[in-house]
């Protein structure tokens, strides 16, 4: 349903409006203004709170235009405790300059005011209203905006005027640690990344998490750069403490991805209690790395009936209020009150029920540009689209040329512009090379220092004969450790290595096309044939044949009328329709409590997961087997749900499994096929095993309950070791499990 305003009289602000359409409050009436105001977005329109036409939308910038800041502070659309903890950020005093202003005077005064000025307001900026000046601006102010506030990071010019940053995304389809290392030194060889060396790990254990961290540590401490720069295994945080109470001083920044809500948080296994005990443990040069992105409360299902962007806003008063808790620690330590926190707005990551077009992605990053600048905070981008936005990889690149006037901290940086583990688009090397060298635009000083030392460029910031040469940075690697080998014998081997992890399906951007920042011709071409192919994917089906090829297949399907629903409208694949209910309840009287595990495969994103050879046969009959020899009783038929996404498992567990009162573990193992695009057509596992209790009860199995296993595939993590790990997990889940879902996705 959209918003379609009525007429609005001379003078009349938002509270007069709602005052004299509803005879007094009506909080879904102000709700919906709030709403109409923003530019168009899928997200918002999801759940009735976008303007039906552009005469609606700016009516609603017309009311908010009128109103006051006060009056917005005094009726939040929504509270929890959340927004309360965020005013502990809040400077009251400052406040009081600007809390008579009217959202469009607040809005000239950041278009007009000398930058000391807008500095001295901004901290004493509540978040609802920064989300509400933001709505009433144009691309082009907010670029404007954006381009004259600037939060560099202590120490540092990370996020300075006239700088740009590179988070390195090193991802391993198998957190392989050659795989890690060696995305590095191609990072380093372009001379980009200086911000964070920032991996996200297919699997949480503490273990492998523990394997990764070092993997990282090493290559900083290897070159001296462990004071200049951090890195970051974004696993959980609480898995992050885990490895850090065992490998004391193994960690750097801590990472997490929040929320806008209480409840939103939530999924991600985050309270307000959690972050603020981690919080005060930074005590170190390193704090928090948060990231956030628009939609990611909606499709989680906490969106309180507020629109997006009021969301993201209460995510960065979020991170300044747990910023202001690292300073505190920093202080209380002994150390300078300089908390090293940073937001990576990971904007395009969920997909299109949350914004389509290239346009909005720019629209949505600029919105949280500016937001989490008015915030106070460090801001990065991740601009980026899943295979199934309407966003191609040439769009990636005007998005970036739209966003860089608007000076983000960073962007990620990876070989090529798709990740090779998350099946997603986002920034290359290449892209950095090109946005610096047309906006005039530098890498931190101590890293630039480092790539001259390095010889991957001169003097003069110019490209040497090593630029993009990961192999010439490897011989320095070696040379640090006290290698004393021929250069050549270490190209050798520098060669071997990098075939090794090409061999994994991991793209090594060496070398350059005809200028230094276009990619290699020959790299360019698989790239696109990886987009094409994630097309091919995407619009799949699980044939029948697959279905009948597993034994005991139970037909179920989703809310979902067809693919291209099931695609755009993601939660009309979260529950099952009525037909599949009530199958799924005679098979529970059918069982009468003979099992307590259950197999379901859902089509996901990309069915062919599921029908390659090699890839779900064996997964299933290793995992039937190890689960009988840890003490699970499988029930003897699989459920496979047509368009199904993770929470219709959740729904199937309930029907199958729920009995008040029962404390004893059912255990669900939810297959689904990932995202397309990194060509090894993989699929996950979601290990979801509360108690029959819990399982009762409507809405309490969520992701915060379920441990995951990624890219399993005969290419990358193999099925047989992902059936044994997921029986060794659930083996240890009887008592309690320890959420790995981490993430806005």
Known sequence: MSVCLADVLPHEDVFDYVQRLSGGFDARLYQQVLGAANAFKEGDAAIGVAAADEASREKARTLLSRTQLDDVHAHPPFEDRLHIFNLEAWDSARWKRVADWTLGRLKDFLLTAPESQVHAVIDGLPSDVIACVVKLMTDA???????????PLPGSRVGAKGYLGARLQPNSPTDHPDDIRWQVFNGWSFAVGDVV?????????????????????????????EEVMPHCVLAHIDVQAQVEALRPGTTGIWFQSLGGNEAANRTFDVTLEKMVAHAAARTGPWGLYFETGQGADATNGHHHGTDMLIHESRKYGFA????RRVAIAQAGSGREAAPWVHVNDVAGFIGPEVFRTREQLVRCCLEDIVMGKLH???????????????VTLDDLGWCQEQLAEAGPAYLMALPTRNDP??????????????????????????????????????????????FGDPAH?????????????????????????????????????????????????????????????????????????????????????TCSEDRRDYILHPPSGESLDTASEATVRALRDRHGGRWDAQLVISDGLDPRSLMDEGHLAPFLARLRAELDATGWRVAPEVLVVKHGRVRAGYQVGRLLFGAEGDPRPR???????????????????????????????????????????????????????????????????????????????
């Open 473 to 557: 940075v490897y011989v320095h690697y070696r040379r640090a450790k006290g290698d004393t080998r021929t250069e050549a014998e270490l190209r050798v081997e520098a060669e071997a290595q990098m075939a090794q992890v090409r061999a994994r399906s991991v793209p090594l951007a060496v070398g350059h096309g005809k200028e230094t920042w276009t990619l290699e011709p020959s790299l360019e071409k698989d790239l696109r044939q990886l987009y094409e192919d994630a097309k091919v994917g995407l619009w799949s089906e699980l044939s029948d044949a697959a279905v009948e090829a597993l034994p005991g297949a139970v037909r179920l399907r």
């Open 376 to 390: 106070g905070l460090t801001l990065g981008l991740d601009v980026c689209s899943t295979l199934h936005m309407d």
């Open 141 to 151: 102010e907010l670029k404007a905006v954006g381009g004259r506030i600037f939060h």
């Open 197 to 225: 060396l920032g991996t996200n790990p297919v699997s949480s254990d503490v273990a492998s998490v523990a394997a990764v961290e070092s993997a990282l540590h090493d290559v900083l401490t290897t070159f001296g750069l």
């Open 667 to 745: 255990a669900l193992v939810h297959v689904i096929g990932e995202r397309p695009g990194s060509g090894h057509h993989a699929f996950s596992a979601y290990l979801t095993a509360p108690d029959a209790d819990t399982w009762a009860k409507p809405g309490a199995v969520d992701h915060d309950r379920t441990r995951l296993i990624a890219g399993i595939s005969d290419t990358s993590v193999r099925p047989e070791d992902a059936a044994v790990e997921a029986a060794r997990i659930l083996g240890e889940t009887r008592t309690s499990i320890t959420p790995l879902v981490s993430g806005v996705a």
């Open 320 to 323: 300044r209020a747990l910023k």
């Open 421 to 466: 583990m998350l099946s997603y688009l986002t920034t290359s090397f290449q892209d950095h090379v090109r946005l610096r060298e047309r906006y005039g635009l530098k890498v931190d000083d101590r890293m630039w220092a480092f790539f001259q030392r390095l010889g991957v460029i001169d003097a003069d910031g110019r490209p040497t004969k090593h």
